[in-house]
């Protein structure tokens, strides 16, 4: 008799597999949620693969009949670490396997070539739960709708800001997410504001977002940033802004000349990628945009003959800030 009921029929097995975390533990948790509360003391086996995991004894988990009404699960984490006889024990058990067990492999990775993924995969269109990264530009989005889903409202900049200070890791964003939850309880409404002042940057700064500040004009976002960097070199730093500073030219001329829906290509880039450099290169004239390479070229010469690089590299920072 097939146990695994309780709700909508569970597989055989599953592969809970992919780098995002919150992914994976939230897949786990929902499938350790459908045991029976009172004997899922007996029937839940939670294992991490090691050199020294015995394949008799996983058989055997395998294979035992649940205590109860419920289902058995064999919750095996760090799956792609499985020696191989545990790998090929588990292979051979998927062909017949126990009407009241399922097994649960979780892991970062696993090659979809390999035969464990492929006898997982052949238990059902379900049996793989992809946990892939979301990609970094949807990651404001989704932290908008994970936060609805937690009775908050979060402003999509304070989304953005959140992703600058913590990074992609959804473990580390849901976890501020509830602190954040915890500080506005009373209007359940997150701004940009809440996360400036509750959420400590832990995240390295990227050079984009760095340059997409100074070329905003927003002076002490920049600045900000700056200083969270480790040990930046400042002639690095410049190269890149003069490299903006030309994107920022070629995009002010095509806006000028009609020819907005050029820029992508022109700068060999994705229409998602060159968004903030269309709204920057509205803030520009002709004019000052050479003004502000003069005052790169100007910098460079600074730094190189002796003059202390971070004076020098601030000041040039909050020129191009300045706008017109």
């Not at 205590?67 to 006889?85: D, M, S």
């Not at 095509?254 to 450099?277: F, M, N, P």
């Not at 803030?283 to 202390?308: H, M, N, P, T, Y």
Request: with cysteine; glycine share 6%; hydrophobic share 40%.
């Amino acid at each position: 008799m097939n146990q695994r009921g309780g709700g909508p029929s569970l597989l055989a097995a599953y592969l809970v597999v992919g780098q995002d975390q919150l992914k994976r533990e939230t897949a786990v948790s929902r499938l350790k949620a459908r045991l029976d509360p009172s004997c899922a003391l007996f029937n839940l086996d939670e294992r991490t693969a090691a050199g020294d995991l015995d394949p008799t004894d996983v058989a055997i988990s395998l294979n035992t009949v649940p205590v109860g009404e419920g289902f058995r699960l064999v919750l095996i984490h760090e799956a792609n670490k499985l020696p191989k006889a545990v790998s090929e024990t588990i292979i051979s058990y998927l062909v017949n396997p126990n009407p009241g067990c399922v097994l649960c492999l979780s892991a970062e990775k696993l090659a979809k070539n390999t035969r464990l993924y492929k006898a997982v995969a052949k238990v059902g269109k379900r049996a793989v739960i992809d946990c892939t990264p979301i990609r970094p530009r949807d990651v404001p989005s989704y932290l908008v709708q994970h936060a609805a889903a937690k009775g908050l409202t979060l402003d999509l900049d304070a989304a953005r800001e959140l992703q600058s200070r913590v990074g992609e890791s959804t473990t580390l964003l849901d976890r501020q997410i509830v602190t954040l939850g915890e500080f506005c309880a009373r209007t359940r409404h997150i701004t940009i504001h809440d996360v400036r002042r509750h959420v400590a940057r832990t995240a390295d700064v990227k050079p984009w977002e760095f340059l997409d500040a100074v070329a905003a004009g927003k002076t002490d976002t920049a600045l900000e940033l700056y200083g969270h960097m480790q040990s930046p070199s400042q002639l690095a730093l410049l190269a890149l802004l003069v490299r903006r500073l030309r994107e920022l030219i070629c995009a002010h001329a095509l806006i000028a000349r009609g020819q907005k829906s050029d820029i992508a290509r022109e700068l060999g880039r994705q229409d998602w990628q060159v968004r903030s450099v269309v709204q920057s290169a509205r803030r520009f004239s002709d004019e000052r945009l050479v003004a502000c390479l003069r005052a790169c070229a100007a910098c460079e010469r600074e730094i190189k003959g002796g003059a202390d690089p971070q004076t020098s590299f601030i000041r040039l920072v909050i020129f191009i800030c300045q706008g017109e």
